[in-house]
């Protein structure tokens, strides 16, 4: 083991006479091909040394106002902060302060309300792990649910609150597309970009046109 005086990088060699027999899953590999390539993001200290990563982001992808709040185990009962994001909004989120965790292991848990059609709360939605949950909103109306999208991405677990639908143009060029019977007007799409349905409009037929040199 040795450090550079410079970067006070350490530097650790494993050296062996004998033959060392690996077997590598496919998991491990991507496992490696994913950390490598965040270690070659990293800044330097002096760049990063005030910047806290945050180990969630909230987005609100319903097609309306939402709030959350915080529900895990161990918050205060007396203590509720509510957070409010329109639609398309996000929020880099931590569940507790570092300097708050312990050594007990608490589920992290969200309170959501949707503002829109009189929908009551959804209470201690688990964030914890990689899935889709659905949520029926009640009271109920025409079976419209809310999905509660969790995904790590870069360390970073990404809770994406929407619909049922997500419109996608995995096509090579442009696309617009609207929803027939309502108001929510042209959506232009680029090349492998997602769209989510407003939550009260996915029973809406789906209208798609390359551009608009074209009819509907």
Partial sequence: ASQDPTDKNTRLSLDSKDFIYL???HTFIESALVISQTLSEI??????AHVQVKPYEIVNATGYPLSFWNMSDDMDSGYTQVHRLQDGQSLAWNFRDTKDRGTNVNRNLL???IEENGWESILHVDVDRERELSYRLRPEDNNMHLVVDVRLQKHVKKVTLRSGLVLQNNSSQDMELTLADSSLGVIRLESQQAYSVPIKLCYHPVVVRPSDQYQW
């Fill in 23 to 25: 077997n590598l899953t």
């Fill in 111 to 113: 309170g959501l309300q």
């Fill in 43 to 48: 800044k330097t200290l002096a760049d990063s």
